[in-house]
């Protein structure tokens, strides 16, 4: 499976610049329980989970920050991510999540709207 980096870099960071104000530095809902895609094989709805390396080394970020599917990552991967970025932070899973998305994002654009 894969995504278009363009278009759904387009789409996260758009969600961003519009909810960002809404956000009070916590992920919303809509990350923190993702709608998975559908089954490519069996066309089920919701239901095609990452797999998400154990070594945490490995995770690919931006294959789950294009499809908004960090939420399926657990609070320590998350926390690993942030510790790896400078955005050391201890906290409730939806606020390492918002940073990881953001960090993310900015790795990306960094002269996008997505400072904390
Ligand atoms: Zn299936």
Not at 76 to 87: A, D, G, M, S, W
Not at 110 to 116: A, E, L, M, S, V
Request: proline share 5%; aromatic share 10%; net charge positive.
């Amino acid at each position: 499976m894969e995504f278009d980096l363009k278009d759904k870099f387009l789409e996260v960071g758009r969600f961003i610049a519009e909810n960002k104000s809404r956000m009070h530095d916590r992920a919303p809902s809509v990350w923190m329980n993702p709608a998975l895609p559908s089954c490519r094989f069996c066309q089920q709805e919701n239901s095609a989970k990452p797999v998400i390396q154990e070594k945490k080394k490995q995770i690919n970020w931006l294959f789950l920050l294009l499809g908004q599917l960090l939420g399926c990552c657990t609070l320590e991967q998350l926390k690993y991510f942030c510790k790896h970025t400078k955005n050391h932070r201890t906290g409730a899973k939806d606020r390492v999540l918002y940073l990881t998305y953001l960090g993310l994002c900015k790795q990306l654009d960094p002269t996008g709207p997505f400072d904390r």
